[in-house]
């Protein structure tokens, strides 16, 4: 999995007030668990592009007052009018405990039901995967050349080396569906 770094300052003060002028100043509070006790910084909003506006999940390197940590962000808040990120929570991981993490999906090939008409659903965009760090992958790819009109992808027929899938295992994933063209063409010739 792709490592990300962030540069942080510790900060001791936690009240409404500071956050708020850490806010004006375009600083995010962050706040790391996982650890003995939990850690208190802030970063500049900047560093956040990377990391937040992309598809791509990272493991987050932060480097706090010449510490490093290795983590994943575990929630984000943004604002609710101007969606500037408000507070990110991550989570310390170590290479012995297994992480959860939502993993997005990579669609490779062309679905024989396409070509024949139908039409390509992706009806989830992420998975929620348990794994050990070292094995946490950047994406599930799923090739869906040999899929027809109708077929589908649940999680279950999903299989990655070392890694759990938590959603429903009935849940689709990707499927093909027919469309209006396809079903007057097959009424036409069922007529005939």
């Known amino acids: 999995m792709k490592t990300i770094e962030i540069q942080g300052l510790k900060r001791s003060d936690l009240t409404k007030q500071s956050l708020k002028a850490l806010r004006i100043d375009e600083q995010v509070p962050c706040v790391l668990y996982g650890g003995a006790e939990p850690i208190h910084f802030s970063v500049p909003l900047a560093q956040f592009k990377g990391l937040v506006y992309t598809p791509n999940v990272y493991i987050v390197k932060v480097m706090v007052d010449g510490k490093d940590y290795s ?34 999906i990579k669609v490779t090939g062309v679905s024989e039901g ?11 965009r992420r998975l929620k995967v348990k794994a050990l760090p070292k094995q946490l992958p950047d994406f599930i790819e799923l090739d869906i050349t040999p899929l027809k009109i109708g077929g589908t992808i649940r ?23 027919t469309t209006r063209n396809v079903a007057a063409a097959e009424t036409t010739a069922d007529k005939k």
């Open 71 to 104: 983590c994943v962000m575990q929630d984000i808040q943004f604002h609710p009018v101007n969606d500037i990120i408000q507070h990110v929570d991550f989570l310390e991981i170590n290479d012995n405990n297994p992480v959860i993490i939502n993993v997005p």
């Open 155 to 177: 999680v279950r027929d999903l299989k990655s080396k070392g890694v759990e899938f938590l959603d429903s295992p009935s849940n689709v994933v990707i499927a093909v569906r």
């Open 114 to 124: 396409v070509r024949q008409g139908g039409k390509l659903v992706t009806k989830v």
